[in-house]
């Protein structure tokens, strides 16, 4: 038998415990039905230990994390009792930045033409991939605030992009159209507003694109991406664009899939321990009530297992989660009748028998 996969568990907040206990049980019903094993360590991070013990992150996770473990799964980070959000920039943006993981890769699948809200669309319609850049742009916290407090207040936010940075997110694009058979890759930016960071996305996007004869390679202005991917989203098959942009554009992908519950996502450096999250946040109004949808924790935890070699798991999960929709053991955010703990039990058997 092959050694275990050893997976840090990171539930956080609101209703990431609630969708995580699912992701969990998905896991471990088809590690149980593979006769395969899974090690799940808890760690209970997230806004009430850090109200409890002043702690967000603690020191060691840097080191421990890659030392111990292949994968992190993660449910999501956000309370209204931390305003600042400070757990969860250094919980989620700390992993992300300082275990340096570049790419975010948001798929966007369709399981049931029902659950989109565009009309005349089917499952066909809707399958492409974001890699949205992870690691920099608005997200690095750098700027300040000059005469705060008075009529004259100025405050600045830096938006960081670097050649190292820009260059290997769309490098990555560009390799999993190549490997996955697909033949168009969009880049999405502003440059006509934002002239010096997005120049460059320009500059390295053609270069990278010279590169990879087979493959086309376009782009579309960030604004304009949003209108064609309601109007036609058949047309995309991978989308690269950076770290703001992709946050935005992947709540409305989510959409065309049914929905924030439906959306599955990976903070990655190829080679390297990697985590795995839900795109949705930690939707405090639904917090420990049986209401959310956990298929996108359950989709997120298949994206983690095909990253580490686990395929055939992964993708019997995904036909669990596919059976569930068809069959409506789903939540009432997809128009089901069941709560978070029956759909993920519905799941959960079905990778059992
Ligand atoms: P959210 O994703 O929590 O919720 C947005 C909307 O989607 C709400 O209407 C919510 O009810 C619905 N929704 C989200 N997930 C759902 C699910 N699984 N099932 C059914 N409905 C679902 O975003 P928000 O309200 O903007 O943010 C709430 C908190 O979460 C904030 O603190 C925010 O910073 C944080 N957040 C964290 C992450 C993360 O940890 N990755 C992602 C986004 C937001
Ligand atoms: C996401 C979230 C995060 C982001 C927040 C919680 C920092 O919205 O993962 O999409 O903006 O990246
Ligand atoms: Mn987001």
């Given at each position: 038998m092959s050694s275990a996969l050893r997976i840090a568990v990171v539930p956080g907040d609101g209703i990431g415990v609630d969708v995580t206990a699912e992701a969990v049980r998905a896991l471990q019903a088809v590690a149980d039905a593979s006769g395969r094993r899974l090690h799940l360590q808890h760690f209970e991070w997230g806004a009430d230990h850090y109200l409890k013990t002043g702690i967000t992150l603690p020191g060691d996770a840097l080191t421990m994390l890659p030392d111990n473990f292949d994968a992190i799964l993660l449910g999501a980070m956000g309370d209204p009792r931390v305003p600042d959000n400070r757990h969860a920039a250094d919980i989620l943006l700390?992993?992300?930045?300082?275990?340096?993981l570049y790419v975010n890769y948001r798929p966007v699948r369709l399981f049931h033409e029902k659950l989109?809200?565009?009309?005349?669309?089917?499952?066909?319609?809707?399958?492409?991939?974001?890699?949205?850049?992870?690691?920099?742009?608005l997200y690095v916290m750098m700027g300040g605030h000059f005469k705060k407090d008075t009529p004259d207040e100025v405050a600045t936010e830096v938006d960081l992009n670097t050649r190292k940075g820009v260059e290997r997110i769309i490098r990555q694009a560009f390799a999993h159209a190549r490997t996955h058979g697909r033949?168009?890759?969009?880049?999405?930016?502003?440059?006509?507003?934002?002239?010096?960071?997005?120049?460059?996305?320009?500059?390295?996007?053609?270069?990278?694109?010279?590169?990879?004869?087979?493959?086309?390679?376009?782009?579309?202005f960030a604004d304009n991406l949003a209108l064609q991917m309601v109007r036609d989203p058949s047309q995309f098959q991978v989308v690269v664009t950076s770290n703001m942009f992709g946050d935005i554009l992947t709540d409305l992908a989510a959409a065309l899939q049914g929905g924030l519950g439906m959306a599955a996502s990976g903070n990655i450096h190829p080679g390297r321990l990697s985590l795995f999250e839900p795109v949705h946040g930690s939707a405090p109004k639904f917090a420990g009530k049986n209401v959310a949808n956990p298929m996108g924790a359950i989709l997120t935890a298949a994206l983690m297992l095909e990253h580490l070699g686990w395929a055939e798991e992964a993708r019997r999960i995904e036909e669990a989660v596919r059976w569930a929709v068809e069959n409506d053991r789903t939540t009432s955010d997809i128009g089901g009748p069941l709560g978070t703990r029956e759909v993920g039990g519905a799941i959960a058997q079905r990778l059992q028998a």
């Open positions: 700390g992993l992300r930045f300082r275990l340096d989109c809200p565009l009309k005349n669309v089917t499952q066909k319609d809707v399958d492409f991939v974001v890699f949205r850049e992870n690691t920099e742009g033949t168009k890759v969009v880049m999405a930016d502003k440059s006509n507003v934002l002239i010096h960071a997005h120049e460059l996305w320009q500059r390295v996007f053609k270069q990278v694109a010279a590169e990879h004869p087979g493959i086309e390679a376009s782009h579309l």
